[in-house]
């Protein structure tokens, strides 16, 4: 067995994004995990990708495999270049996009029969057709093998599997991160699912095929769609001129017998989802070959997109219980709760400003507000930060990864326990996200810190069953605390470390000053809102890379959510 003949490739370890775990009652620590990440982390900036060239006369078969395999990057007019490596038959039938093998250490080749050779590739992560990334704790071994024939006396490509295979630094040159577009089950939040595709032509194609079969499979479950069963392309492609995006489909009985507000919906979903590319400025939907026009809808509101939150603040101040117009409108607030006796901790407000939640000191009890009374709801050890959904549900986790909700708006109301994946681990924070599908989570397993993005299972009535198996958010720190900065963002805190991060579900993150004494950090509409208290009550918000202190008479505050 020998080598490739490739450039020197990067031996820095790969941190992914996010991880998804598949069929887990339980988290696992060893193994493979699933992500959805970007593999160009670790890329190096000043590594040159070559303009792939064709083959040359004489070249021998382990060349021919080797030319072949770098002219993935070449995408330009399908791939023209890679073709060239392959007799005609094949150069017809092979899919560029069924698969590519991302690698960080050197591909192996043998030859394993006359004119048969294996190629063995140590794959840090695959991108299947669907533009789902899966990337593993150690790198998996592929093998392909590749069966060459003599074309005019040259050798040539017969068989080979479908796909591409390329280094990190490659794959960042060619794909880019595309999000698909499902929604909440009230169809007021856009619920972003990040995917993976080469930047071409045929990527609005990709998108629509790969929004019509369903969302990633963490999602599953949790989020839900304006496409009927059994939609399908009318034709095999999506054509984009002067902007427009034409979309033609065909379907069964649910689609032709769609109502108006199922075909705006509908159209909603792949507008929302072709916004990602920059070409596309409208959408033209078309079903079994009718041109479907936009409904007038008299109350229809599309389903918000990152939605943003008011920004009114609650916090405690000199042991009470305040709501402020914002952060440092102090001549501008209302009193909530004050009580001789109890020391409110950890505020939490509804997105209607009707129901606030704190919890003792202590952490042993969980009280519920509004104007006009409040009562201590829930009592255990270890409570956590509270934090309500948009359809009022307040959330109540423990360090012992219990996890319950609450009806804020119910008189009476009982909080309800939820099943979860958390058995056997220490849960050190949960936030639900703005759209009310997800939750962001960090766990701890024998002294090992993770944080985690998990789908929220709910009846059909809206109520809260129990979170789905998660995808793990992959960071350079290891953290304590996490919170939602955006739909697509969470900042992760370490309170010992004093490490702050920001991470994206595309993979891109941000590294901020330590902040000695950081205890908790709230987040209203992106980094501008990004608000960190320490350990003496001192607030301090974000300023480029770093933390600047601001003066308030409030030890601890939190936005809506």
């Not at 270049?81 to 043998?110: C, H, K």
């Not at 095999?236 to 705006?264: F, H, K, M, Y």
């Not at 918000?304 to 440092?328: C, H, K, Q, T, Y």
């Not at 009280?367 to 006009?372: R, V």
Request: glycine share 8%; hydrophobic share 40%; charged share 20%.
């Amino acid at each position: 067995m020998r080598p490739l003949n490739r450039r020197d490739l990067l031996s820095a370890s790969f941190v992914s994004a996010v991880a998804t775990l598949t069929g887990c009652a339980a988290i696992p620590t060893d193994g493979e995990v699933n992500h959805y990440a970007d593999p160009r982390n670790t890329a190096s900036p000043t590594e040159a990708i070559d303009t792939p060239a064709g083959p040359v006369p004489g070249a021998t078969p382990a060349e021919i495999i080797d030319g072949f395999l770098h002219a993935g990057v070449g995408t330009t007019d399908d791939y023209s270049v890679a073709r060239l490596f392959l007799t005609e038959p094949l150069a017809e039938s092979w899919r560029p996009d069924g698969q590519t093998l991302i690698y960080n250490a050197s591909v192996m080749t043998e030859e394993t029969r006359q004119d048969t050779f294996m190629v063995t590739v140590p794959t840090s992560t695959l991108v299947d057709g669907r533009g789902l990334a899966t990337s593993y704790t150690e790198a998996t071994e592929n093998e392909l093998e590749f069966t060459l024939q003599q074309v005019e006396g040259e050798w040539r490509i017969a068989t080979a599997p479908d796909g591409t295979v390329l280094s990190r630094t490659e794959f960042g040159e060619v794909f880019s991160p595309f999000t698909l577009y499902f929604y909440d089950p009230t169809f007021t939040q856009a619920v972003p699912d990040v995917r993976w595709f080469v930047e071409r032509p045929t990527v609005a194609t990709s998108l629509v095929k790969v929004l019509l079969e369903g969302p990633a499979p963490y999602l599953e479950g949790g989020v839900i769609t304006a496409i009927p069963p059994n939609t399908a392309l009318a034709r095999n492609s999506v054509t984009v001129e002067n902007g427009r995006a034409d979309v033609q489909l065909s379907g069964g009985p649910s689609l032709q017998s769609a109502s108006a507000l199922d075909l705006e919906r509908l159209r909603t979903q792949l507008t929302q989802t072709l916004s990602n590319i920059a070409s596309i400025t409208s959408t033209q939907l078309s079903i079994n070959n009718q041109v479907i026009n936009t409904q007038d809808l008299e109350n229809y509101r599309e389903p918000a997109i990152n939605a943003e939150v008011p920004p009114f603040v609650l916090g405690v101040e000199n042991n009470r219980l305040v709501m402020r117009d914002n952060l440092s409108a102090s001549e501008n607030q209302s009193l909530v709760f004050a009580q001789n006796g109890v020391a409110p901790a950890q505020p939490a407000m509804n997105y209607s400003r009707t129901s606030f939640s704190f919890t003792a000191a202590d952490r042993s009890e969980l009280w519920l507000a509004t104007l006009s009374e409040a009562q201590v709801v829930h009592r255990g050890v270890g409570i956590l930060q509270p934090s309500y959904d948009h359809q009022n549900w307040l959330w109540i986790a423990q360090e012992d990864g219990s996890v319950r909700a609450l009806a804020a708006g119910q008189s009476g109301a009982e909080p309800k326990t939820l099943e979860t994946w958390l058995h056997g681990q220490t849960l050190l924070s949960l936030a639900v996200a703005r759209d009310g599908a997800r939750v962001a989570l960090v766990t701890s397993t024998d002294g090992a810190a993770s944080a985690w993005i998990s789908a929220i299972r709910r009846a059909e009535d809206g109520v809260p069953l129990g979170l789905l198996d998660p995808v793990q958010v992959g960071a350079d720190i290891s953290p304590d605390g996490v919170e939602w900065v955006s739909d697509e963002d969470v900042i992760l805190w370490n309170t010992t470390t004093a490490e702050t991060e920001i991470v994206s579900l595309t993979g891109q993150s941000t590294r901020y000053d330590n902040l000695p004494d950081i205890e908790h950090i709230v987040t209203g509409n992106g980094v501008d809102q990004v608000v960190a208290t320490n350990k003496t009550g001192a607030l301090f918000i974000v300023a480029g890379n770093g933390w600047t202190r601001i003066e308030s008479s409030l030890s601890a505050l939190n936005y809506s959510g």
